[in-house]
């Protein structure tokens, strides 16, 4: 590691500021950044008990319907500002574009190689939740950025590739 002679450090990890966002995040096909968290990733089948007349024995259990929970990114960066817009349409939705529902692709990255991708794609979903950047410091110099978007979804399959 060398200094650049204002007293920036080059070389290393810190000439890349998406070391350690691990996932990307496309919106209809457009790659709008990455995240350092993502969950919710689940699906659940809900059950419907059954009673039989004249069985009294036990309750039967048939397959009802498949819930899912909400997508949450967390701890992202990005420079454009596609959810924040997105956000807005969900918000106060424009008689041109009443459609807010789009597909969203979490892409998980292995060594950053395009090769090595695998991920979800969540289909119809929407922002029902943007926190935007808390910034604070110890008095250390450390600063920190936490933002995080929730999406409600139809449900998710998997990329090509996933294992």
């Given amino acids: ?11 290393g990890d810190d000439e890349n500021p998406y070391r350690q966002l691990n996932y990307t995040v496309e919106v209809d096909d457009v790659d709008i ?9 689940a699906a659940r089948m809900e ?12 309750v039967h259990q048939l397959p009802g319907q498949f ?8 701890r992202g960066l990005t420079n454009r ?12 939705p424009s ?6 529902r789009r597909n969203v692709r979490l892409k998980l990255q292995s060594g950053y190689k395009e090769k090595q991708m695998w991920g979800w794609e969540f289909q119809n979903a929407y922002p029902v939740q943007w ?26 399959t998997k990329i090509s590739g996933t294992p």
């Fill in 1 to 11: 590691m060398s200094s650049n002679g204002r007293g920036k450090k080059t070389g």
């Fill in 131 to 156: 926190d935007g950047p808390d910034l604070t410091s110890d008095g250390g110099g450390n600063v920190v950025a936490v933002q995080s978007i929730e999406f409600a979804h139809d449900g998710f």
């Fill in 81 to 92: 500002t596609v959810l924040w817009d997105w956000l807005q349409d969900v918000r106060a």
């Fill in 33 to 41: 950044g990455g995240f350092q968290r993502a969950s919710g990733l």
């Fill in 95 to 100: 008689t041109a574009n009443t459609d807010i």
């Fill in 47 to 58: 059950t419907v008990e059954y009673r039989e007349g004249g069985t009294n024995g036990h």
């Fill in 67 to 74: 819930t899912h929970s909400n997508l949450v990114l967390e």
